[in-house]
T-cell receptor, first 111, second 112 residues
Framework: IAGITQAPTSQILAAGRRMTLRCTQD?????MYWYRQDLGLGLRLIHY???????GKGEVPDGYSVSRANTDDFPLTLASAVPSQTSVYFC??????????FGSGTRLTVV | QKEVEQDPGPLSVPEGAIVSLNCTYS??????FMWYRQYSRKGPELLMY??SSGNKEDGRFTAQVDKSSKYISLFIRDSQPSDSATYLC????????????WGAGTKLIIKP
């Protein structure tokens, strides 16, 4: 089934630890996105990539980094997790002018 | 002021009612308008997609775009308890490199 695969599904992480959230697509879309979703704040864009080899900052990029070595993979790294990064993280992919397809999300709790 | 405004609700209606969900926006350059549905603990899924102005119908769902008023709507006819979810509007333009600009989402509750 075509779509976005995210891993892990959920994670409890100690503050200060490093973690990478994985995202893989099989739709061959050029553009990929990372969002966080918090109650009352909606979806907020963290980082994006318009094509393999390029990345850009979204609305809330601090504390996060991404890479796009190929079309299919777009990992999100938290270098040193803090409690304010507790959230649900969604990866998405889409083409120009098309809607996005979202993954099922990663629920991250930083303690 | 946000580029896209959407009442967060919750909106609670009885089963069978017609539901109207709305978003207003400020950027006249928006060309693509979408509605997403998000069930609890799931990712958003694309429900309706409209280019420029006009109406689009898909089963019980109708999307309307009024660019002159900068206003979009989603109508749900014969609402069902399974329609209970959060509905997010999103829109994009060439100016934003087609990145989606999101409303905050409206939580809809259909009471049996």
């Amino acid at each position: 089934i075509a779509g976005i695969t995210q891993a892990p599904t959920s994670q409890i992480l100690a503050a200060g630890r490093r973690m990478t959230l994985r995202c893989t697509q099989d739709m061959r879309h050029n553009a990929m996105y990372w969002y966080r979703q918090d109650l009352g704040l909606g979806l907020r864009l963290i980082h994006y990539s318009n094509t393999a080899g390029t990345t850009g900052k979204g609305e809330v990029p601090d504390g996060y980094s991404v890479s796009r070595a190929n079309t299919d993979d777009f990992p999100l790294t938290l270098a040193s997790a803090v409690p304010s990064q507790t959230s649900v993280y969604f990866c998405a992919a889409g083409g120009t002018g098309y809607g996005y397809t979202f993954g099922s999300g990663t629920r991250l709790t930083v303690v | 002021q946000k580029e896209v405004e959407q009442d967060p609700g919750p909106l609670s209606v009885p089963e069978g009612a017609i539901v109207s969900l709305n978003c207003t926006y400020s950027n006249s350059a928006f060309q693509y308008f979408m509605w997403y549905r998000q069930y609890s603990r799931k990712g958003p899924e694309l429900l309706m997609y409209t280019y420029s102005s006009g109406n689009k119908e898909d089963g019980r769902f109708t999307a309307q775009v009024d660019k002159s008023s900068k206003y979009i709507s989603l109508f749900i006819r014969d609402s069902q308890p399974s329609d209970s979810a959060t509905y997010l509007c999103a829109m994009s333009s060439m100016d934003s490199n087609y990145q989606l600009i999101w409303g905050a989402g409206t939580k809809l509750i259909i009471k049996p």
